[in-house]
């Protein structure tokens, strides 16, 4: 069972936070994506290695031992196109650690996201807070495929599968592996700027549940 799989009224806002962002700007998080599991063991969030600018100052994010994120063939050998899959792994696990810590004002969200992909962000975020859940366990994320239209603007389609993560109940730390009737592959589709310290922006996000492009 995925682990983003919402309540119906959590998945109603999340929905809308989709709709309101347009076609193209929902969130990575409009998949289903809940975390939060409260835990002083933090190991340091898995992401591919940046050829981006170290002078960035990007912030740290770590994850506690039961969280990861997998990022599958993130790398191209190009520099341009491996910068700009490294800021997307981070936006991921930036919202991820947004949720896991219950803090739908990240900093680090809006350090990676921008416009109505933060927007949604933020609202996906409290819509896991509202329900007291949070994830464990394992996320997938491969078969990204990179445009790089010019200097400071990209576009980047990516596959997750949420088949070994569950949600957990934020209060009592339960952890729900009853089967889903819901595809765990969600397709996402996103837009990014480049910002003036070379960050890799998000901007806009789209997410489909059951694509086939991304189930195999």
């Known amino acids: 069972m995925k682990r983003r799989t919402l309540p119906t009224a959590a998945a109603l806002a999340a929905t809308a936070a989709l709709l309101l962002t347009a076609c193209g700007s929902g969130d990575d998080d409009g998949n289903d994506k809940i975390a939060g599991a409260d835990t002083n063991s ?74 109505k992909a933060l927007v ?30 010019d200097k400071d603007t990209a576009a980047v389609t990516y596959c997750a599968d949420e088949s070994k993560a569950y949600n957990k109940d934020r209060k009592t730390g339960k952890v729900d592996k009853s089967p889903s009737d819901e595809s765990p592959y969600v397709t996402y589709s996103t837009q990014l700027k480049k910002s003036a310290k070379g ?15 991304c189930a195999s």
């Open 120 to 149: 949604s962000a933020q609202q996906w975020i409290q819509a896991w807070l509202d329900e007291d859940l949070t994830w464990t366990g394992v996320t997938r994320y491969f078969a990204p495929n990179v445009k790089v239209a």
């Open 199 to 213: 960050v890799w922006q998000t901007t806009e996000v789209l997410s489909k549940r059951g694509d086939s492009t």
């Open 42 to 115: 933090a190991s340091t969030s898995p992401s591919p290695s940046t050829g981006s600018s170290a002078s960035a100052d990007r912030p740290e994010i770590t994850f506690p031992k039961d969280v990861e994120n997998k990022f599958e063939g993130w790398k191209t050998g190009d520099a341009a196109k491996d910068a700009v899959l490294a800021d997307v792994a981070q936006t991921v696990n930036a919202v991820d650690d947004a949720i896991l810590r219950g803090d739908a004002n990240s900093s680090t969200v809006a350090y990676y996201r921008q416009g």
